[in-house]
């Protein structure tokens, strides 16, 4: 759904796709956040139900999730075996103390207020113009660091060329997702943190720290309280243990300026001041676009472009209130959402052509369905809300289908969401 109606959508003229903008948000699982089990305790109980000895001491000190699981009637002693087996690979996966029991493919994060939550990942692009989704991603992925080069590689897809532009917050800076975009040749805008704080007014109080200092983009220089240059030295690489992953740094100091500064104390504790830019060279190149004041008016199109939508698949949606369990249900579903989204907001542009009005959108819908499926339309029980006629939801007839369309059109994804007739 969301591929064809980009596909209708560029054909039809309603946007050129000049600005795809990223942003990630959460789904909750349905799953509380502290109805989670802990290593230990599955252990136990797998040795329990494995028929070891196991001392009734360790299974009245079992925390109260891992206690329901025993206690449960519904599921025979094999079953319960196989399921605590299934949550132990879920350890080794993720290297997590604890796993939610009713989601266990769901992880433990951070919502947008901060608090710590459990479910996944949303990765989302949407078309700055015509306020559409190009591809939605369900990722167990905690943070965005790594998130572009998946959801910008789906929406190119979708789209079928490189938009523009595209622009992504600080979360997604990262040296893989630079080197990325620098390998595809795409002209991608990402902020940095240090601009982000300083926009949301989050910047360090102290006058000595790097985001009270100037940065000279054009000369590659920062300018310390002292109003001393701290010129590049530099590049050192280094194993982040957290992210797993090489970080490049370039660092920016001036010891002859930090030896007879009178700040040296309360600044750097008596030695020379290091300032230091993660992300290397292509961090440095990526600075050097926001110079560019069209790039900027670019940039500034996201925070009206990705917001809006993603509040309505909350608000309007209801992702958050999802009952299906596991990545792939909740992947299927999000795909409906953001492909019926992607259908009104089609809706909404054909509503403003000359000539059509709701008598005849039915006709437009009906050519759409056609192009989309290449699908004949039987009417049943289902309305949509501007018209009084019982629409019926699409179904396959076959015999209205020739040999090649078969072949080429019903492809998998069709024949599981739709049922054929003969």
């Known amino acids: 759904m969301i591929y064809y109606s980009v596909q209708f959508a560029k054909i039809s003229g309603f946007t050129n796709f000049e600005n795809i903008c990223a942003d990630g948000t959460v789904i909750q699982s349905a799953n509380n956040k502290f109805n989670v089990v802990h290593k230990e305790d599955v252990e136990i109980l797998i040795d329990y139900y494995s028929g070891k000895l196991v001392d009734y001491e360790q299974l009245g000190s079992l925390r109260f999730p891992a206690r329901k699981i025993i206690n449960r009637t519904d599921k025979s002693n094999k079953e319960k075996l ?4 299934d949550i132990m690979k879920r350890f080794d996966e993720t290297g997590a103390n604890t796993i939610p029991v009713h989601d266990m493919e769901s992880i433990h994060i951070y919502n947008k207020q901060g608090n710590p939550d459990v479910g996944y990942n949303l990765q989302t692009a949407v078309d700055s113009s015509s306020k559409m989704f190009m591809s939605l991603i369900v990722s167990q992925k905690a943070t965005d660091h790594y998130q572009l080069p998946e959801i910008m590689n789906k929406s190119i897809k ?8 595209c622009c992504a917050d600080a979360g997604y800076n990262t040296r893989r997702t630079l080197e990325y975009i620098e390998e595809i040749d795409l002209n991608c805008l990402i902020d940095n943190n240090r601009s982000a704080k300083l926009r949301n007014g989050h910047s360090n109080s102290n006058k000595f720290h790097k985001d ?6 054009k000369d590659d220089y ?13 590049t050192n690489v280094r194993w982040d243990k957290k992210r797993k992953d090489f970080v490049i740094e370039r660092e920016y100091y001036n010891k002859d300026a930090c030896s007879n500064c009178k700040f040296a104390n309360e600044c750097c504790n008596g030695e020379h001041r290091v300032v230091k830019i993660t992300g290397g060279i292509l961090a440095v190149n990526m600075l050097n676009k926001f110079e560019d004041y069209s790039n900027v008016l670019q940039y500034v199109k996201r925070f009206s472009t990705v917001e809006a939508p993603n ?20 992947q299927n579903r999000v795909n409906i959402c953001g492909g019926s989204y992607n259908l009104k907001r089609i809706y909404n542009q054909l509503m403003k052509m000359e000539g059509i009005n709701e008598s005849n959108i039915l006709d437009v819908v009906r050519k759409f369905c056609e192009y989309v499926n290449s699908v004949m339309f039987i009417w ?3 309305t949509f809300p ?5 629409l019926q939801l699409p179904v396959i007839c076959k015999s209205c289908l020739s040999d090649e369309l078969l072949e080429h059109s019903v492809d998998d994804c069709q024949s599981r969401l739709i049922s054929v007739e003969s």
Do not use: A
Request: charged share 25%; hydrophobic share 35%; proline share 2%.
């Open 386 to 390: 501007f018209i009084d006629e019982v």
């Open 222 to 234: 920062f300018t310390c309280y002292n109003k001393e240059k701290l010129i590049f030295q530099r």
């Open 311 to 330: 509040g309505t698949l909350r608000s309007f949606y209801h992702i958050n209130e999802f009952l299906s369990k596991g990545i792939v249900r909740i």
């Open 212 to 217: 009270n200092m100037d940065y000279c983009v």
């Open 82 to 85: 196989k399921y605590l087996n």
């Open 158 to 165: 979708n789209m079928g060329f490189m938009p523009e532009y």
């Open 380 to 382: 049943r029980n289902n």
